[in-house]
Structures are given as structure tokens and as C-alpha cells.
């Protein structure tokens, strides 16, 4: 049997912890934007279908009765459909009656392929894009250096939706810090409202390195959020979504308060939860010291 090693560190959604993860590419193909440190240490490229196949083999082995298969790294959907059909195809010729296949994404990389193409990757059973759409807020979007605008994620996940594919998208609280918080939250739900995606996320902004490091790549000033102020942000997008049938949680690792629930139907509650924790906050926490609600 092949040896099977990852080129780390290898990240993946928390709804993807049981799934079988195939390093489709490695790193990301844009690794640009001013808050994510997650594949600095790799230079993006993609990898043999040959080496894939070998590698799909040897999991199928390993993971016997696996219904979910989750491609890596950042972005794997930024192969074109002629390269993700064969490897789709080898991961259902290996792993027998799939589930669900999925993927990061950016919308970009949805947007070079057809309604056509996305639907034949549905087929064979890519089923879910998580999509880290941070803010519906173009100018703020063009400070982080997101590579994408509010018209360009519409266009992308819209047409995800288009040909079948649901998707997880994901807001990050703070990224506006103080000086664009309300214009982050309300254009974050405007476009989260546009989508309707099945599942929604929100997680926080975070300083791996320090803040002053996360400065140096910002394009204007930033002050970061408070807690409570985040709190605020938070209730504030929440009150704006006008979504149908869409899975929320706020439950990372990165989150003070943990939410979940369906919307509409739980939104009362959540703002209820979310006011509470409000009222109980101090207004000098910050999201560097720890504290859990």
C-alpha cells in the first residue's frame, strides 16, 4: 500500500470532522487578503491527477464506509471542471455511494465554470461550497485586498445555488473594526439576504500574530472592537437578516458567545441571547483575553 502524508497544516470546517480529507490542491491560489495567515507558510499548486488517484485509493482503504470527502486546501475549486470531474469521478469509483463531496471556495472560482460544468461536479457529488464571504461591504472588502465585491459573490454563489450546490458562507465579525462596524454588519446581511444560503456563520476577526502585524496590511485605520462590541455588531446584522430556511451558527473557536439555531424561525431567540450577553459585558474585554459566555 502507498504511503499517505499531508503537506500541513491542513485545515478543514468543523462540519467536515469526519469526512476524508484529499489535499486536491495545496495552499490558495489567492492567499492575499490582510486577515488570513492560514497557508503563508505554502506556495500554492496543484497536484497530479496520477498522485490523486493513488492517494484516493489508499484512503478508501483506510476510511472503509466514508460518506463524506472534503477536497483541500484553501481553495480546490479553483481547478477547472475538466480537472475536479476525473477526481470527483475517482473518489466515487473508489469510495462507492458518496454522500457528499465539498470544498472552500472562492466566488471567483465559481465563476469560471458554467451553470453546465457546476452541474456535472453536482452529479458527481459535489454538494457543498463553504465560502468565506467576510463582509458585503465593497470598500472594506477592498482594504482587506478580498479579491472579490459584493456583485462578484452574489454572481458566484448565486450560481452555485443555480445548478444545485448548496453553500456555507461565513461572516467575520470585527473585520470593520470600530470605524466600519455598522456599514460591515448592515451590507454583510444585505448580501447574506441576496444569497439565502443554507448555512451562515459568523466568526471573529482574530490577531494570530498581533495587531499591529494585522495593521501593517490594512489600508486605512483600524481600531479593533471591543467585546461588547462586537455584541453590538453582531445584533445589529442579525436584526437585518430577512433569510428563509438558512442553518446559523456562531460556534467557532474564535466566537465569546455560542449561537445557534434556524432562521427565521430562532431569531427572536438568538437576539434575545445576544442582548443578554450584552447587558452583562464590561466594555474594556477584548477578544484576546479569554472569556467565555
Known amino acids: 500500500m502507498s504511503t499517505l502524508s499531508y503537506d500541513e497544516p491542513v ?4 462540519a467536515e470532522a469526519a469526512s476524508v480529507i484529499l489535499q486536491a490542491t495545496i ?14 507558510s505554502k506556495k500554492f499548486k496543484t497536484r497530479s491527477l496520477q498522485d ?27 481547478l477547472s471542471a475538466s480537472k475536479l470531474l476525473p477526481i470527483l469521478a475517482e473518489i466515487n469509483n473508489n ?36 465560502i468565506g464571504i467576510e463582509s458585503g461591504d465593497n470598500e472594506l472588502l ?7 465585491t459584493f456583485q462578484s459573490t452574489k454572481e458566484g454563489i448565486l450560481r452555485a445555488h443555480e445548478a444545485g450546490i448548496d453553500t456555507s458562507v461565513m461572516i467575520l465579525n470585527g473585520l470593520g473594526g470600530v470605524e466600519g462596524s455598522k456599514q460591515h454588519a ?10 439565502n444560503p443554507k448555512f451562515l456563520s459568523t466568526l471573529n476577526l482574530s490577531f494570530p500574530y498581533g495587531l499591529e502585524h494585522f495593521k501593517k496590511r490594512y489600508n486605512a ?5 471591543s467585546v461588547l462590541e462586537i455584541l453590538e455588531e453582531m445584533k445589529l446584522f442579525i436584526s437585518e437578516l430577512s433569510v428563509t430556511g438558512t442553518i446559523y451558527r456562531s460556534d467557532h473557536v474564535s466566537n465569546q458567545l455560542i449561537l445557534k439555531g434556524n432562521l427565521p424561525r430562532d431569531k427572536k431567540r438568538i437576539l434575545l441571547q445576544i442582548e443578554e450577553a450584552i447587558n452583562a459585558m464590561p466594555s474594556n474585554i477584548y477578544p484576546n483575553e479569554p472569556m467565555m459566555l
Open 11 to 14: 485545515f478543514r470546517p468543523p
Open 186 to 195: 448592515m451590507r454583510s446581511a444585505q448580501l447574506v439576504n441576496a444569497l
Open 52 to 78: 490523486l488517484k493513488e492517494e484516493i485509493k489508499v484512503l478508501s482503504l483506510i476510511y472503509k464506509g466514508t460518506k463524506k470527502v472534503f477536497l483541500a486546501d484553501g481553495n480546490a475549486m479553483v
Open 95 to 130: 469510495f462507492g455511494k458518496i454522500q457528499r463531496i465539498s470544498s472552500y471556495a472562492l466566488p471567483k472560482d465559481i465563476l469560471s465554470k458554467s451553470v453546465v460544468e457546476l452541474k456535472e461536479l453536482r452529479n458527481l457529488g459535489l454538494k457543498l461550497l463553504y
Open 142 to 148: 477592498k482594504l482587506l485586498n478580498k479579491g472579490e
Open 221 to 225: 485605520t483600524f481600531t479593533p472592537l
Open 27 to 40: 495552499g490558495c491560489a489567492w492567499n492575499n487578503c490582510a486577515f488570513c495567515e492560514m497557508y503563508k
